[in-house]
C-alpha cells in the first residue's frame, strides 16, 4: 500500500506564508508527478502546482510569484512555499502523486487534505 502524508497546514495572517510537506511512504517502485491541489467550502478543487521527476513545474496563475512546488526525490517528499498570503488561499490543500507500486503501473494517490486558513 502507498500512503501520502501531508504536513505544514494551519493559520496565518495575511501575507505570511507557511510550509506545506507530502510524504510517500509504502510499496514504491518509481514517482511520476507530484503536485499540490486545493478547495474552498463551495468549490471545486482546483491545481496550485506540479512538478515532474525531472524538476519541471506548472502553476496557477493565481499562484504564480508567490507559491513553489519542488520535491525531494531521495525522499519521497513534495513541497509547497506559500509566501505572500491572501485570504483568497484559504482551503483544504491536497497532495497528489502518480506512483508505481506493486501493480506495476502508474496510478494516482491522494493524501488526506491539510487546512490552510489566511485571516486576520
Known amino acids: 500500500q502507498v500512503q501520502l502524508v501531508e504536513s505544514g497546514g494551519g493559520l496565518v495572517q495575511p501575507g505570511g506564508s507557511l510550509r506545506l510537506s507530502c510524504a510517500a511512504s509504502g510499496i514504491i517502485f518509481s514517482i511520476n508527478a507530484m503536485g499540490w491541489y486545493r478547495q474552498a467550502p463551495g468549490k471545486q478543487r482546483e491545481l496550485v502546482a506540479t512538478?515532474?521527476?525531472?524538476?519541471?513545474?506548472q502553476y496557477a496563475d493565481s499562484v504564480k510569484g508567490r507559491f513553489t512546488i519542488s520535491r525531494d526525490n531521495a525522499k519521497n517528499t513534495v513541497y509547497l512555499q506559500m509566501n505572500s498570503l491572501k485570504p483568497e488561499d484559504t482551503a483544504v490543500y491536497y497532495c497528489n502523486s502518480e506512483i508505481m507500486s506493486i501493480q506495476s503501473r502508474f496510478q494516482d494517490y491522494w493524501g488526506q487534505g491539510t487546512q490552510v486558513t489566511v485571516s486576520s
Open positions: 512538478i515532474t521527476s525531472v524538476g519541471s513545474t
